[in-house]
């Protein structure tokens, strides 16, 4: 294959990350896919081998800077240079300030927000000196809009928002791009297996209790009924791959840049109101 790239990628073990993985590791490319705990290879070993691709699977927890320096240090020595760094892992944690501790808050910046700035921090100077090199950052919709329940989430997307923007510019100065990929919903792990919840989101003395019970049970429908394709977040991270100059923002659809676009456009108290009237009514 001509143009073959060498690509880190981190969240590898399900969702958006194994599945970019599969893809572009069909394509030829040179795919380093990464997950926290190896334990869980053996799904995207099986996909891989039934495309008959090939990836370099490798332990990776963004929260770990060391086990990020290893990864580089071995794909320096292998291929010398790294052409795109797809900062995927991610998790929310629902639940109402106050019923979030500090810590989870924290934990939630490291992974999503810190978690993005140690991969950046590793892989930038190798970008830098070959004056080349894609950042594409999986953010959310919830990185330009927030909602109730979701304000340590919407924290993170919005610090790796802004970070990026800026970052942006900087590293413009020398010939690498940053991408923010934007997807609303997708039927991933992301609300199953993997969801977080504020140690007191079920505790029945929270003055948020009645709200957060009834946020969630309106939350669990939609989710079961959502009916996008992840793999359309996997081709788009493939199109920001593959362009020539990347945009900054790329919202993965158009009924999710509707949904930024109303929140965006209904003044804040009417939206409130849609919020209390539609996600806390009794069900
Ligand atoms: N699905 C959606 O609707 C949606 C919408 C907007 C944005 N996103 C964003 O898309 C990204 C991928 O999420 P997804 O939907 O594909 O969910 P997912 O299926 O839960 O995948 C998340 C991945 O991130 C990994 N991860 C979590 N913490 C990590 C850490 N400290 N170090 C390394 N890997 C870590 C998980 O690994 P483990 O298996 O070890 O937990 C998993 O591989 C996230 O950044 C998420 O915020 C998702």
């Known amino acids: 294959m001509d143009n073959q790239k060498v690509i880190l990628i981190t969240g590898c073990s399900s969702g958006f990350g194994f599945l970019t993985a599969v893809r572009l590791a069909s394509q030829g490319h040179f795919v380093w896919a990464t997950m926290r705990d190896l334990s869980r290879k053996q799904a995207l070993e099986d996909e891989l081998a039934k495309r008959k691709a090939q990836a370099f699977i490798r332990e990776l927890d963004v929260t770990k800077p060391a086990t990020i320096k290893n990864i580089v240090e071995e794909i320096q020595k292998k291929h010398f240079h790294i052409d795109v760094l797809v900062n995927n892992a991610g998790y929310g944690i629902a639940g109402f300030f106050e019923d979030l501790s500090a810590e989870e808050i924290r934990a939630q910046m490291e992974t999503n927000f810190f978690g993005v700035q140690n991969a950046c921090r590793e892989v930038i100077p190798l970008m830098r000196r070959r004056g080349q090199g894609k950042i594409i950052n999986i953010s959310s919709i919830a990185g330009q809009v927030g909602s109730p329940c979701l304000g340590a989430y919407n924290a ?13 510019f900087e590293l413009a100065l020398f ?24 140690g007191n989101f079920d505790n029945t003395q929270s003055p948020y209790y009645k709200f957060s019970q009834k946020l969630n049970h309106v939350a669990q429908k939609y989710t079961r009924n959502i009916n996008r394709d992840p793999e359309d977040v996997a081709r788009l991270i493939e199109k920001i791959v593959n362009k020539s100059h990347p945009g900054l923002r790329y919202v993965s659809d158009f009924s999710s840049w509707m949904r930024v676009m109303v929140q965006k456009i209904i003044p804040p108290r009417l939206f409130g109101y849609i919020f209390r009237r539609f996600a806390y009514a009794d069900k």
């Open 156 to 168: 993170s997307k919005w610090a790796l928002e802004g970070f990026s923007e800026s970052l942006n």
């Open 175 to 198: 010939g690498i791009s940053v991408s923010l990929v934007e997807p609303g919903s997708y039927p991933t792990r992301i609300f199953a297996e993997n969801a977080h919840y504020a």
